[in-house]
């Protein structure tokens, strides 16, 4: 039998039941995927996170759903460094990691963990029926990057956003896409709500990965560097961005929830 350490962290929050819950499971060495999988079905969380070290200061880290894998995941990398900080590697302030996304870091400021992600820029396209049918209001335009699975529908207002009531069949059709929906913001600079129910994630929710493109498209469009930014799942939270470039900061509080073990 082995037992694990696992931790449970509401992400881009400063109070439990907010922001976005991730669990975090650090390794010595990694276990098959098969048991990887099996623990994240387990957890029925949107993201349950892996790392095992690698050098001074540096991890490989792993993101699984419910279902599948994925190449990149914010809230669950900011719940990863949150572990690092506080109770791993206390007197760290910053950490990288090795991923499917290439080399992503970390940097303790205070209370606030900011994530260093790639910039992804929007591409206009076509939307697919799907996608139109599957929210119950027609976006002004949408958007793809390549470099990601979403499609990302741009409205008008907040109110829009909020009162939006997506079919989830219809939008588990457009696998291996999920789907953004983004408006100016009434207290923020702008805000979203991120679909992906094909990953049996039906709302995120708060999902740090979509503001990698969401950043620039925002920055480019009121003229400014630093963007508040609000997700308004149910649960909600609050993203500090900057635009960088090539790079964008993501950054966010983080609270534990639930700490124990596990057993396989």
Do not use: W
């Given at each position: 039998?082995?037992?694990?350490?696992?931790?449970?962290?509401?992400?881009?929050?400063?109070?439990?039941?907010h922001g976005n819950p991730a669990a975090v499971v650090p390794l010595d060495k990694w276990l098959p995927d098969d048991q990887l999988q099996g623990i994240a079905i387990e957890n029925n969380l949107s993201e349950t996170a892996f790392f095992v070290p690698v050098t001074a200061g540096k991890f490989h880290l792993r993101w699984f759903t419910p279902t599948a894998?994925?190449?990149?995941?914010?809230?669950?990398?900011?719940?990863?460094?949150y572990v690092i900080f506080t109770t791993l590697h206390p007197s760290w302030q910053s950490v990288r990691f090795d991923t499917l996304s290439g080399e992503l870091g970390v940097e303790r400021r205070g209370e606030i963990f900011v994530l260093d992600f790639p910039?992804?820029?929007?591409?206009?396209?076509?939307p697919p029926l799907n996608?139109?049918?599957?929210?119950?209001?027609?976006?002004?335009?949408?958007?793809?990057t390549g470099l990601d699975t979403n499609y990302y529908a741009v409205y008008e207002s907040e109110d829009i956003i909020?009162?939006?009531?997506?079919?989830?069949?219809l939008l588990a059709k457009l696998h291996p896409y999920g789907v953004v929906i983004t408006a100016p913001g009434e207290q923020s600079d702008f805000v979203s709500r991120y679909f992906a129910p094909s990953y049996g994630i039906p709302e995120d929710p708060v999902t740090g990965s979509t503001h990698c493109a969401l950043v620039p498209y925002w920055s480019k469009r009121i003229n400014k560097?630093?963007?508040l930014?609000?997700?308004?799942?149910?649960?909600?939270?609050?993203?500090y961005c900057e635009m960088?470039?090539?790079?964008?900061?993501?950054?966010?509080?983080?609270?534990?929830?639930?700490?124990?073990?596990?057993?396989?």
């Open positions: 039998m082995i037992k694990l350490r696992m931790y449970q962290v509401d992400a881009f929050s400063s109070e439990v039941f894998e994925v190449p990149l995941c914010g809230h669950a990398t900011l719940a990863s460094a910039s992804r820029l929007l591409k206009p396209c076509e996608l139109i049918k599957g929210l119950s209001a027609k976006p002004v335009e949408v958007f793809r909020s009162h939006i009531e997506p079919n989830f069949l560097t630093t963007l930014a609000k997700q308004l799942s149910k649960r909600g939270g609050e993203l960088l470039g090539e790079r964008v900061a993501i950054g966010g509080k983080a609270i534990r929830y639930f700490e124990g073990d596990i057993y396989l």
